[in-house]
Structures are given as structure tokens and as C-alpha cells.
């Protein structure tokens, strides 16, 4: 009988028997040599709780609101492309998953499942975005988005480019036949997955996609064509958090994370 999964790190485990070496890397790995992963990782584990003890509580409530919507825990999911790699059921088995839990799925771009496939499982959606140099299918999936019922949009800022991830060049990843950004252009998506001879396909072809030169014009150019709430993604310098703080005040509207 199947171990039961009763940490992350059981469903790690039993997920390393279960996936090819190149996709094991792909969720693992980070860019270059991975000292930001680890540092990452690192400065989580150094994080603890100091409890109020005799506090005469019996029932707890970790719920909260997360830009506008209620979660059962202060935790959302974050943006993972490709689900399908991982999956069959890809993005809409995670979108069940996180509905059981009472928490917001952020749905990737890059999601290898149709967006309002994913909406239509209930629960919290949000979508986030890269900014493509084609601004007409941002603005395209900006409208999709709210017309499938999504509650925020997210705008991953700290990938101009992306990294050079070195256990993808040395798998020579690629994304298998099937699997593609289901809710870009056929063109852009093949593109994007890097599924042209050769490698590191997946890297090379995202940076002729992504807008290199992204500003904070295109922060105010998204705000213009939604309603939304909009989470910038990836700020990390107090000064960005502070820009961005006053540009907020005078428009209102975007958090940073
Ligand atoms: C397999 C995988 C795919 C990801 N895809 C995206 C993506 O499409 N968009 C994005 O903004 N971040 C993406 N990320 C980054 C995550 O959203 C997150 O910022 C990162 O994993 C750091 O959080 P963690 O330390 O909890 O893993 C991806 C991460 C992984 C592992």
C-alpha cells in the first residue's frame, strides 16, 4: 500500500518516484547555481512562531482576507506553470484542490489549462500575467479573465528575462508533445515551450516573448484595462515598495508581495 502523504515533503518524495528526471528538475531547480533557491529556502525555515500561550481559546480560525477575498488560511497558491507536466488533470485538479482547502489559486499564464476550464470549478481564482512584447493578448486574457470570474490579477515584475536555468539546459527541457500555454496563441505558445529542435528551448524562446524592458508605464497601461485588484509579483527593494506605495495613493489599487 501507497505511504499516506502527510507532509509536503511526503508528497515530494512520492512525486520524485512518480515524474521523469527532466520534470523532477524543472519544479526543483532554480537559476544559475541555485544559491537564491537555497537562501530561499533557508530564510523560510529560520521563520517561527512565538505563541501567546493561556490565551483560553478553543477553536482557532487561521482565516483571513487576501486581496478582497476570503481565504481559510493566509496562504494562496502560487503561479506554477505547466501543471499538466506534473498531472493529467493539470490546473483544473489544483483549482479543486485549492477550492477543498478554502484558498485562492493563482492561475499561471502559462497554464496548460484553459482558463475558463479552470474558473468553472469554483473556488477563488486569480490570474497572473507576464507582460508580452504583444500587448494585444495581455489585454485579450485581461478581459477573458474577468468575464470567467476571476477576482485579482497578478503581474510577475522580477522576470524581464528569464533565468538561465542550468539542470533545463543540461535535460535539454522541453515541453512534450500536448502540453502547451493553453491559453496563448498557438504561435506565442510554441514559442514560450520551447518545443522547436533543440535547447535550452524553454528560456531562449520566453525571453523573444517576454517584454524585457517592462516599467512601471506598463504597470499604470495594465491598471487602465481592468477593475481588478492587481498584485505586482516579485518586488523586493524597500524603494520599488515605496514607488510603488505612492503610485498607489494616487491611483489606488495595486499591492505589492
Ligand atoms: C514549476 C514552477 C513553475 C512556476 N511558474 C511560474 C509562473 O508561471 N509565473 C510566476 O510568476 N511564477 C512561477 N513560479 C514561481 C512561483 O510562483 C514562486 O514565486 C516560487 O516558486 C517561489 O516560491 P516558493 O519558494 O514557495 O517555491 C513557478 C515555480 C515553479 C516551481
Not at 506554477?80 to 488533470?89: A, C, K, V
Not at 504561435?187 to 520551447?194: E, H, L, P, R
Not at 524592458?213 to 495594465?222: E, G, R, T, Y
Amino acid at each position: 500500500m501507497a505511504e499516506p502523504l502527510l507532509s509536503v515533503r511526503d508528497a515530494e518524495q512520492a512525486a520524485a518516484g512518480l515524474l521523469p528526471r527532466d520534470v523532477r528538475d524543472f519544479v526543483a531547480g532554480g537559476s544559475e547555481a541555485e544559491v537564491t533557491l537555497a537562501a530561499n529556502r533557508a530564510a523560510l525555515d529560520a521563520v517561527f512562531l512565538t505563541p501567546r500561550v493561556l490565551a483560553g481559546i478553543t477553536a482557532c480560525d487561521p482565516g483571513t482576507m487576501l486581496v478582497g477575498c476570503r481565504s481559510a488560511q493566509p496562504v494562496a497558491v502560487a503561479p506554477m506553470s505547466y501543471q499538466r507536466l506534473i498531472h493529467p488533470e493539470g490546473e483544473i485538479g489544483l483549482a479543486r484542490a485549492a477550492r477543498e482547502a478554502g484558498i485562492p489559486l493563482t492561475l499561471s499564464m502559462m497554464s496548460s489549462c484553459l482558463l475558463e476550464e479552470v474558473a468553472a470549478v469554483g473556488g477563488t481564482l486569480w490570474l497572473q500575467l507576464y507582460l508580452l512584447r504583444d500587448r494585444g493578448q495581455v489585454a485579450d486574457l485581461i478581459q477573458r479573465a474577468e468575464a470567467a470570474g476571476c477576482r485579482a490579477l497578478m503581474l510577475t515584475v522580477d522576470v524581464p528575462r528569464m533565468g538561465r536555468r542550468l539542470r533545463d539546459m543540461r535535460n535539454g527541457f522541453a515541453l512534450p508533445a500536448g502540453i502547451t500555454a493553453a491559453n496563448l496563441r498557438d504561435d506565442t505558445a510554441t514559442m514560450v515551450g520551447g518545443t522547436s529542435a533543440g535547447s535550452p528551448g524553454v528560456a531562449v524562446h520566453t525571453n523573444q516573448v517576454f517584454e524585457p524592458s517592462l516599467s512601471w508605464a506598463d504597470v499604470s497601461w495594465l491598471r487602465e484595462r481592468t477593475r481588478l485588484p492587481l498584485v505586482l509579483k516579485g518586488i523586493l527593494h524597500p524603494a520599488d515598495a515605496q514607488h510603488h506605495r505612492a503610485a498607489r495613493r494616487l491611483r489606488g489599487g495595486e499591492r505589492p508581495v
